[in-house]
């Protein structure tokens, strides 16, 4: 039986490519524009009015260093055409730039560490997802954009404490769960936060313009250019939350991993995987064979969906891949970190349509935007 698999992987992509389409031009990871630039120090929680850290002198220059790739496209988005604008240019560099690298588990170098001391502003997701980047900055005395602390989602404000998946201390799953691993549906308690807000375009824009702010304090000669691009990219992210609403779906999924949620809601679709599995999944386990049974009779019966992160695979997650092929269920296959030669918009724009493109869902005449 043949599978049916809609892929938004970077490895399954063309590198340079660009959609047409008019407005201000985009720079993607690919394609950055790179201005000449010095580096400055980064440090504590802060998301206005922040002055700038004491990494090296004053010589009116501006790095931004952010945790990925995803973040790096966002600022640039942001300071796009700000060597045109007078000053000094400005340079955003991100610490994972690699499909092959996983913010849950990676562990900062030294050069990591000098980076960040002398970035004048860091953008990181937080609540856990890139642990190392909150340590480093933890270190210095510079701004911090916070993804998970601007977006303003249900649990955000306790996301960091929450990130433990409220395992007691031998590891084991707590009063998440019940005896049988099943999760509440109801409530959509997964659970912690869902850490994985950049599938949240709302919460993108608020980053944006977050970092606008942020850089419009350090260089007031440019604020407004920072304020405008801000509001083309909140105009863009606020595009797709409209596209996401209109799908309208209808259809439970199973997920090796949550990290394309708030899209896949937002769009309509209902999440099933047993809360015990998403644990043991995120705390970088395998689940205990009761539960993992309990998600392969779940793909064997008449869940619409498999969402499949190839870019952290385990055994069991191949596994239920195999599973979902033979029982002829679609596979979305996503991805973690930019796709070469695309823009964040551009991968949004591309994850929407590989969802509206998969058959077998059904449709409503309720919108899911939230």
Same mark, same amino acid.
């Given at each position: 039986?043949?599978?049916?698999?809609?892929?938004?992987?970077?490895?399954?992509?063309?590198?340079?490519?660009?959609?047409?389409?008019?407005?201000?031009?985009?720079?993607?990871?690919?394609?950055?524009?790179?201005?000449?630039?010095?580096?400055?120090?980064?440090?504590?929680?802060?998301?206005?009015?922040?002055?700038?850290?004491?990494?090296?002198?004053?010589?009116?220059? !501006?790095?931004?260093? @952010?945790?990925?790739? #995803?973040?790096?496209? &966002?600022?640039?988005?942001?300071?796009?055409? +700000? $060597? %045109? /604008?007078?000053?000094?240019?400005?340079?955003?560099?991100?610490?994972?730039?690699?499909?092959?690298?996983?913010?849950?588990?990676?562990?900062?170098?030294?050069?990591?560490?000098?980076?960040?001391?002398?970035?004048?502003?860091?953008?990181?997701?937080?609540?856990?997802?890139?642990?190392?980047?909150?340590? !480093?900055?933890?270190? @210095?005395?510079?701004? #911090?954009?916070?993804? &998970?602390?601007?977006?303003?989602?249900?649990? +955000? $404000? %306790? /996301?960091?404490?929450?990130?433990?998946?409220?395992?007691?201390?031998?590891?084991?799953?707590?009063?998440?769960?019940?005896?049988?691993?099943?999760?509440?549906?109801?409530?959509?308690?997964?659970?912690?936060?869902?850490?994985?807000?950049?599938?949240?375009?709302?919460?993108?824009?608020?980053?944006?313009?977050?970092?606008?702010?942020?850089?419009?304090?350090?260089?007031?000669?440019?604020?407004?250019?920072?304020?405008?691009? +801000?509001?083309?990219?909140?105009?863009?992210?606020?595009?797709?939350?409209?596209?996401?609403?209109?799908?309208?779906?209808?259809?439970?999924?199973?997920?090796?991993?949550?990290?394309?949620?708030?899209?896949?809601?937002?769009?309509?679709?209902?999440?099933?995987?047993?809360?015990?599995?998403?644990?043991?999944?995120?705390?970088?386990?395998?689940?205990?064979?009761?539960?993992?049974?309990?998600?392969?009779?779940?793909?064997?019966?008449?869940? +619409?969906?498999?969402?499949?992160?190839?870019?952290?695979?385990?055994?069991?997650?191949?596994?239920?891949?195999?599973?979902?092929?033979?029982?002829?269920?679609?596979?979305?296959?996503?991805?973690?970190?930019?796709?070469?030669?695309?823009?964040?918009?551009?991968?949004?724009?591309?994850?929407?349509?590989?969802?509206?493109?998969?058959?077998?869902?059904?449709?409503?005449?309720?919108?899911?935007?939230?």
């Amino acid at each position: 039986m043949s599978s049916r698999v809609a892929r938004i992987l970077p490895a399954r992509r063309t590198a340079g490519v660009r959609r047409p389409g008019g407005g201000r031009r985009r720079v993607g990871l690919a394609g950055r524009v790179t201005l000449p630039v010095a580096l400055m120090g980064v440090g504590a929680l802060a998301l206005a009015g922040c002055s700038g850290g004491s990494g090296h002198e004053d010589d009116g220059v !501006l790095t931004v260093v @952010t945790s990925t790739s #995803v973040y790096a496209d &966002v600022v640039e988005q942001i300071v796009n055409d +700000a $060597d %045109s /604008a007078g000053g000094e240019g400005i340079t955003v560099k991100a610490v994972i730039d690699s499909p092959a690298q996983d913010p849950h588990s990676y562990e900062a170098t030294p050069q990591d560490r000098l980076t960040v001391q002398d970035a004048d502003l860091i953008v990181l997701n937080g609540g856990g997802y890139d642990a190392f980047m909150e340590e !480093l900055a933890a270190e @210095t005395d510079v701004p #911090v954009v916070n993804a &998970v602390d601007v977006s303003g989602l249900d649990g +955000a $404000d %306790s /996301a960091d404490s929450d990130h433990d998946h409220s395992h007691d201390a031998s590891g084991a799953a707590t009063a998440a769960d019940d005896d049988s691993g099943q999760d509440s549906h109801d409530g959509h308690d997964h659970g912690s936060f869902n850490e994985h807000v950049w599938y949240d375009p709302a919460t993108m824009g608020k980053v944006g313009e977050a970092v606008a702010h942020e850089l419009g304090s350090m260089d007031a000669n440019r604020a407004q250019l920072f304020t405008d691009n +801000a509001g083309e990219f909140t105009r863009e992210t606020d595009q797709l939350r409209q596209q996401v609403a209109e799908l309208k779906l209808e259809g439970d999924y199973v997920a090796t991993e949550p990290v394309a949620d708030y899209l896949l809601e937002a769009a309509g679709l209902h999440n099933v995987t047993p809360t015990a599995f998403t644990v043991a999944v995120e705390d970088g386990t395998d689940a205990a064979p009761l539960v993992y049974d309990q998600v392969r009779s779940l793909l064997e019966s008449d869940t +619409a969906l498999l969402v499949y992160n190839e870019q952290t695979s385990t055994g069991q997650s191949q596994d239920l891949r195999t599973v979902a092929e033979r029982a002829d269920v679609p596979v979305l296959a996503v991805s973690e970190t930019l796709p070469d030669g695309q823009s964040y918009v551009q991968w949004m724009e591309q994850n929407i349509q590989d969802v509206q493109s998969i058959e077998g869902l059904g449709h409503t005449t309720e919108s899911h935007d939230h």
